[in-house]
Structures are given as C-alpha cells and as structure tokens.
C-alpha cells in the first residue's frame, strides 16, 4: 500500500501540476498584496494550509502544496534506482529537499519585527509589526 502511494507520489506530472497551482497562488497573493496590504496577503495566500476562494470554496494553500511538493520529491528519492549516471539528479532532488526543510523552519520559528535604532546610539529590543 505504501510502496503503490510512493509510486504515485513519485510521478512527474503531479508535480508538473503542483507547482502550476502555487504559481496561481503567487499571482493571487501578489493582486491581494498590491489591493489589501502584504500582511492581509501572507496571512490570505501564503501562510496558510487551507483558503476560501469567493468565501466559501476551500482550496489547498502554499503550505498544503508545498507539503506535497516535499513528499512528493522524498517518493521521487525513495522509488529511484539510483545510479552514479544520475548522481546530478540525486544531487538537485537532495537540495529542493533540503531547501524546503529550511524554508518551513524558517516560516514556523521566525519572529518578525524591526529595531529603530537612532543616531550613534545601541537598543538591545525588537518592536513587534503586529503590536503597532
């Protein structure tokens, strides 16, 4: 059962249509950033698993596909017969891999904000955007 999933998984045309999806949410988050702001937008659009489109119509969002796209090419890592022909193929796989890792550490375990620092002087805070 899981062997026959990887299989699925592992198929280039889901991913093929995975990225196309997150290509129209980058085109809708980036008119909501320019119409309501880029917070309304990230927290819309990007930072979110699932969307209501028109209200009430849910949809998949940047973090349910980019969940996908990583199990996705982990099954491509996982079903492969990987010989050193492929070693380039391993290589890019491996890094997508591990760049999504970091984008998702990133996106769960950073803190955003600004520090206002005057003139010739030193502050050892961070103003929190959220709290303004």
Not at 95 to 122: K, Q, V
Request: aromatic share 16%; proline share 2%.
């Amino acid at each position: 059962m899981l062997l026959k999933l990887c299989r699925i998984l592992a198929r280039s045309d889901i991913f093929f249509y995975l990225v196309l999806w997150l290509m129209l949410l980058l085109v809708a988050g980036t008119i909501a950033e320019q119409q309501q702001g880029l917070y309304y937008a990230q927290q819309s659009y990007f930072s979110v698993y699932f969307f209501n489109f028109l209200g009430f119509i849910p949809l998949p969002g940047t973090y349910t596909i980019l969940t996908m796209v990583f199990i996705s090419l982990l099954s491509k890592l996982i079903m492969d017969n990987w010989t050193i022909q492929k070693v380039g193929s391993l290589v890019t796989h491996i890094s997508a891999l591990l760049l999504l890792i970091g984008g998702f550490l990133t996106a769960h375990f950073s803190y955003e904000g600004y520090m206002d620092i005057p003139e010739n002087s030193s502050i050892n805070y961070i103003s929190d955007y959220h709290q303004t």
